[in-house]
């Protein structure tokens, strides 16, 4: 591999050539693109990537569209009346998507194969998303509603789309089966199709999640696996026929067995239709090979179909195998069987041991081709996005991502020793050079990870990437060991990952979540239904009510309020409790996941799909928007209703009722009292207050389907423009349709006033452990962190705040004269 001398430097690629200047903000730092070759660049920028954007066109690939192939296919086996059980239906289904898949072979494609016919699709799956979503999205968006027949792509009609949603939806989509157990208020309340998310993110709106035993079936391959599940099956045929013996035949254990048959029978069916799709894309690469434009691409093309031909059914032997198995499954199970977003694991670990062998030790690949491979493997994920992120109780809740993927690297294994490796600082050098936005990195930080290493992240996150933010082990393996006592042993708490956008997960021993145990209760409605005695103010939803907490114009003090306040958080969020758990009772009785319950342990040895799978952890908790919002809204109460006197709880209703509009002098009074997030005891101790207040509320009053309690995590995403429009003015000075805060415990960019270390007293006079994650958000200005000292002196502020217990981090690197600039 040739290299081009820049600056006493050796690069593979001339930065100049690629319109690229070195350690400028927001470009490659020399280390990063020295790991860079231009085939791959090329390929990274020709992907077809999905950021979510605003309406109408949703999507930065210009081409995108929702893909309804699986409902056609779906409609298709059921009209065909085969009897089929759940496994066997779910099974059928996707072996006919894989049998009948178009198949795409791109120049420089190291690991091949898409999530769907081809790379522009977004797929709607209709057992485990929300129909509204969908309808919603044929109502604004009909151009881009498609789905796949013989090979080609065609236009869904109105009553294509009536026919399949009236034949599927009533009897394979969980939120619409629990709905009919719904009275018509609350019906009405939860779905609210006249603003869809104002008071609860209808569960399942985002799809499903999965985070299998990668560690176990990577070494393990597909073969083997069917041959295991195959003996499984005997057994329980064996079982079966024991039992029905019996004079006396245990009508529930015989139940028991035939389901047991049922799962293995489409796990296995299903499984074979994986290894027939892989050796599909095996011949596809060979097809394609002698078409590509140049020898390099020839070969990685030749190589790719080798490669497939192997792990379709056999135990990876190198660096290349093992990403190619794992794309192949995780197309499957993140995509076709179940649409998915996010899926914890460690990737610097799981793969590791074919890095080592073939990079460290043998020396059979370099670092540079090794970084080529995982460049491509994140470029693909650029093209995953989830319809549902941009519809319906979701609507503008993803902006700026695909669909929420994170990697966790580095951190502390299983033993409490350092877990960052080659493997981590490489992949750290590919997203600095590649410009990676997606996935998502986290960086574990713990008192054994090198000062250098958590250097490097801070000089990587300093490009403007806003990546990788910073997780804390200090905070999230106590905080897992004390939400959920008995779940996981300690070991299983240190392999944690990313369960979601920021959510702490075991990744080991089928810990891994296998469905999305979240949504958004909107807690920020929270002071409105205080204000208005469980009433929303704006017209059009006096229909709305919540509980009745009294007349605020009646309270005596704070604490009066205050407990008000409590009650209708604690009313917000059981009621999505409640919801979710008729919803997830559905899902456990209906939906069923051949594939990936293949792929856990705890499933092969226990014959039940993974939904039902008592081994598999949950993790559920409930996401939040407008916390900090809330926080200062009861500050604002606090000092100027009851403490300084200058204002009555009936003045305040009117300028509330009124959006301000007549009150300017009073909602800038609001405005400037006190706020949290600038080292104010007066405003931090109401937010440690009410910390430690609504995690009992959680603890004792919320339960989810396991028996565990349901935890806040405070993590807005953009879901702050969701919401906003939904929210009237607030006694924070707020006036409807303004930004919510960005973070969770941060001070809203509106109000923060005292600097980076005053913001950071504040967050760390809370107890960061009760919430199951915090988002942080901190700007800084690139000049104040330019050059090695700048470097330095970040590294040590991170680090600093890492010490004291601060659970995350992450950064932007926008200059002030960037910012006044867009102000023109």
């Known amino acids: 591999m040739s290299k081009v001398q820049v600056k006493e430097k050796e690069y593979i690629w001339d930065p100049k050539e690629a319109g690229v200047e070195l350690g400028k903000s927001g470009q490659p730092t020399s280390k990063g693109w020295s790991v860079v070759t231009p085939e791959m660049w090329k390929f990274r920028w020709s992907v077809a990537d999905k950021v979510q954007v605003a309406a109408p066109e949703y999507y930065s690939d210009h081409e995108a569209y929702i893909d309804m192939t699986k409902s056609m296919v779906m409609k298709e086996v059921l009209d ?53 979503n969908i309808a919603e999205a044929f109502d604004t968006a009909e151009d881009k509603i498609w789905y796949w027949k013989d090979g080609k792509k065609k236009k869904m009609t109105k009553e294509q789309f009536d026919d399949i949603q009236k034949e599927i939806a009533p009897k394979y989509c969980p939120t619409e089966m629990a709905s009919k157990k719904m009275s018509e208020f609350e019906r009405h309340m939860y779905f609210c199709p006249e603003a869809p998310g104002r008071y609860w993110e209808s569960m399942t709106a985002s799809g499903q999640r999965a985070n299998p035993d990668h560690d176990w079936y990577l070494h393990i391959g597909l073969r083997k696996l069917i041959e295991m599940k195959s003996e499984k099956l005997e057994q329980y045929e064996k079982e079966l026929e024991l039992v029905e013996r019996e004079d006396t035949a245990d009508y529930k254990k015989v139940e028991e067995i035939k389901e047991k048959i049922d799962n293995a029978k489409a796990s296995i069916q299903v499984t074979e239709a994986v290894v027939r799709w892989i050796k599909r894309l095996a011949e596809a690469a060979r097809k394609a090979a002698p078409q590509m434009p140049d020898e390099k691409s020839k070969k990685i ?72 491979l995982l460049a491509c493997w994140a470029a693909k994920y ?55 936005h997606f996935p998502d990195l986290k960086f574990r930080w713990f008192p054994g990870t090198q000062k250098d290493d958590l250097k490097r992240v801070c000089e990587v996150a300093r490009t403007g990437l806003g990546l990788p933010s910073l997780r804390n082990d200090l905070t999230a393996i106590p905080s897992l060991l004390d939400m959920y006592p008995g779940e996981l042993t300690l070991e299983e708490a240190r392999e944690w990952g990313i369960i979601g956008c920021n959510t702490p997960g075991s990744t080991i021993n089928s810990k891994g979540v296998v469905r999305r145990d979240v949504a958004y209760a909107e807690i920020e409605k929270t002071s409105e239904f205080t204000l208005f005695n469980g009433r929303d103010p704006e017209p059009g939803f006096e229909w709305v009510r919540s509980i009745e907490t009294g007349d605020p114009t009646k309270f005596k003090d704070f604490e009066e309020y205050y407990k008000a306040w409590l009650r209708q958080y604690e009313w917000i969020i059981t009621k999505e409790n409640y919801f979710r758990n008729m919803i997830l009772e559905e899902m456990e009785s209906v939906i069923r996941r051949p594939f990936v319950s293949m792929l856990y342990k705890s499933c092969m040895e226990s014959g039940k799909d993974a939904l039902n799978d008592p081994t598999i952890a949950r993790y559920s908790f409930q996401s939040l928007v407008g916390w900090v919002d809330e926080i200062d809204s009861l500050i604002g109460v606090k000092y100027w209703i009851y403490d300084k006197k200058k204002y009555t709880m009936e003045q305040l209703l009117k300028a509330l009722k009124a959006d301000w509009e007549g009150y300017e002098d009073m909602r800038q009074d609001f405005r400037n009292a006190p706020k949290f997030g600038n080292d104010d005891d007066y405003a931090d101790d109401v937010m440690v207050r009410a910390t ?133």
């Open 382 to 436: 650029h093209e995953t996005a989830g319809f549902s992120g941009r519809f319906g109780s979701m609507g503008k809740s993803g902006q700026g991502t695909r669909d929420y993927s994170v990697w966790t690297i580095g951190g502390q294994d299983r033993y409490g020793k350092d877990a960052t490796n080659e493997l981590t600082r490489l992949m750290l050098d590919v997203w600095d050079g590649y410009r990676l």
């Open 692 to 824: 430690n207040d609504v995690y009992w509320i959680h603890r004792t009053k919320t339960k989810d389907r396991k028996g565990y309690p349901i935890f806040p995590n405070q993590l807005p995403v953009s879901r702050t423009w969701q919401s906003a429009p939904y929210m009237g003015a607030l006694p924070n000075g707020r006036k409807r349709g303004d930004q919510l805060c960005d973070g969770g415990i941060n001070p809203h960019p509106e109000f923060d006033k005292s600097g980076a270390w005053a913001r950071l007293r504040s967050a760390l006079k809370v107890d960061q452990q009760k919430c199951r994650a915090y988002i942080y958000n901190q700007r800084l200005d690139y000049g104040s962190v330019e050059g090695d000292v700048g470097l330095d002196k970040f590294t040590d502020f991170c680090l600093t705040a890492l010490q004291e217990g601060q659970n995350q981090v992450q950064f932007n690197f926008v200059s002030n004269e960037m910012l006044k600039d867009a102000q023109k």
């Open 80 to 132: 065909e009346n085969l009897g089929l059980s759940r496994a066997a239906y779910s099974a059928t289904v996707t072996e006919r998507i894989l049998d009948q898949q178009n198949i795409v072979i791109r120049p420089y494609e190291m690991i091949i194969g898409l999530l769907a016919n081809d790379q522009h699709a977004i797929l709607f799956d209709p057992m485990n998303e929300a129909w509204g």
């Open 301 to 372: 093309a030749e190589q790719a179909a080798k490669n497939c031909d192997w792990v379709a059914e056999n135990v990876p032997r190198t660096f290349w195998e093992a990403l190619q198995l794992y794309w192949s499954v995780f197309c499957v199970y993140y995509a076709v069987e179940a649409v998915c977003h996010t899926g914890a694991f460690k990737q610097d670990r799981s793969f590791y041991p074919w890095f080592k062998k073939d990079v460290l030790e043998d020396k059979k690949l370099s670092r540079v081709e090794a970084g080529e």
